[in-house]
């Protein structure tokens, strides 16, 4: 590992990624703040072995300098009960990992979800620790897109600080430039990131379809529905029909189909089922 001390996350957080409840966790490393992702729950949902993918890991001289022990404490969304000591690696060198794990040589009904990691979960987690808890939530999909761009003008104005923090811990001019333009570089990227994702919302609410926040917001209720529905009837998979009562509900035939103006129709018929099926437990 890169560090042989184990850290402590100055702050931990939960991210949906799909219905995959990834931690992220912040640590301090040598004066700079760093953020790690533990591997083995990626392991876990990717379906590959996890002491392979850990012994790669060890074999790469890139990667094994960036691996630390973390001690990861419980959160509300983890599997975990108990605090314990995690494998994690130093979030940008996640996509180096998940690249190195090839597409055709895992399961196929587990393939198309490891595409996904490699394509966007570098830039999901990213710009959860990047966007403050403080961003602006959109009231409805109207504020959304002004919600995107009050977004990216706090991840420049945290960008700025840290390039005024680097200034004052710099040690000579040279190490002030390469801190700086490195940092310049993140932001152009992390703005980038953004426009993209701007453009694509104003699209979306043009042609009257759902975000893919909103669309995820869908299929973390219906996992919900399904995970409380096994446990009246163990050993089935309750997830189609939960969806095929959403669609009948909306009148479509994809929850990915249902129209921006039926969201909220949607996400109410879900709540409620939800809440019934905790109370009859709860009976």
Sequence with gaps: MSNDVT????????????????????????GRQTVYIPLRPICDYLGVDWSAQRQRINRDPVLSKYVSGVVITPTPLSKYTNPQEMVCLRLDYLNGWLFGINASRVKEEVRERLLRYQEECYRVLADAFLVPSTAVQPFDSRDEVLSQLHNMALVIAATTREMMQARQLAESGVQLAQTNAQRLDRAAGVVSNLTRRITAVEQQIRAGKLTQEQAVE???????????????????????AVYTALGDEVDVTSYKNIPLKAYDTAVHFLDNWLLALKQTEDD
């Design 7 to 30: 850290l402590i996350p100055i702050e931990e957080r939960d991210i949906d990624f799909y219905g995959d409840v990834i931690t992220t966790v912040l640590v301090e490393v040598d």
């Design 218 to 240: 869908i299929k973390r209720r219906v996992n919900a529905i399904a995970n409380e529905m096994a446990k009246y009837e163990p050993g089935k998979s309750h997830y189609q």
